[in-house]
């Protein structure tokens, strides 16, 4: 048996994640002591390994609930796709090496962008989620993207970084003020209307993507000015009560 600590430090989840998951019924603890503390077993440390696979797909909690507890669930194919993800993560990353080494040594003249290309990981994660059953908001998505031209995409998208930028104007303000408030509810309706319908909770996902690092984050801060993300994610948190 390990406490909630120990697995903590083990997986890298913080103990409030694994406190939550709880109350949320999708990972209990095997049992909890006299004084009230959790104690995970093999069988819990090997349902959070799954629970964290899907999270890597991009899941929501609840679909991953969903998933888990189903009596067909595949234990065996769902370690098969963790192998294979790390393994394209690590090719990725050692692309990226690779990169940064011959830059060292070459100079910006002999840049390689391929190293940055991601499509690998994309249409993993792609075929996985058809693999266990496309979310609810993933097929809303696809019945709303399914007409639109590449021009439609590109004038959305253009109206989509838009709000990002106003949020840039704003980032120096509470982000508990109406005004910004305003905003989260404008990114809201608009991710809901163009994408899929976005309930708190996803919302709430989103924003710690977007401040989260990588080209979500970069792209945001194009757009409104460095810390831009942070504050959305801030200003996300205030609306949904976290």
């Known amino acids: 048996m390990m406490t909630v600590n120990e ?31 959790r104690l995970y077993d093999d069988a819990a440390l090997e349902k ?20 888990i507890t189903r009596s067909d669930f595949d234990k065996r194919k769902a370690l098969d796709q963790q192998i294979g993800l790390l393994e394209l993560k690590k090719e990725h990353i050692e692309n990226l090496i690779d990169m940064c080494k011959g830059l060292k040594l070459r100079g910006v003249r002999h ?50 970084m838009k709000i990002f930028e106003e949020f ?11 005004e910004v408030q305003d905003q989260v509810k404008k990114l809201q309706g608009f991710i809901t209307e163009h994408f899929y319908k976005c309930s708190n909770e996803i919302l709430v996902g ?4 977007y401040a989260g690092g990588g080209e979500f984050t970069d792209n945001i ?21 976290k």
Request: charged content about 35%.
């Open 111 to 160: 840049l390689d962008f391929t190293a940055f290309d991601s499509s690998k990981l994309d249409e993993y994660a792609k075929r996985a989620k058809e693999q266990w059953g496309k979310t609810p908001e993933y097929k809303e998505f696809e019945e709303k993207n399914k007409n639109r031209s590449k021009s439609d995409e590109e004038h959305m998208m253009a109206d989509f």
């Open 206 to 209: 989103l924003g710690k993507m």
């Open 48 to 67: 959070l390994q799954q629970i964290l696979l899907f999270r890597e797909l991009e899941f929501p909690l609840k679909d991953i609930k969903d998933i």
């Open 221 to 241: 801060n194009k757009m409104g000015g460095e810390g831009t993300a942070e504050f959305v994610f801030e200003a996300i948190k205030v609306y949904c009560g």
């Open 168 to 178: 840039g104007t704003m980032k120096d303000k509470d982000p508990a003020i109406v």
């Open 7 to 37: 697995v903590s430090k083990l997986t890298g989840v913080s103990i409030r994640t694994l406190q939550y998951y709880d109350k949320i019924g999708l990972l209990k603890p095997a049992e909890y002591t006299e004084s009230g503390y």
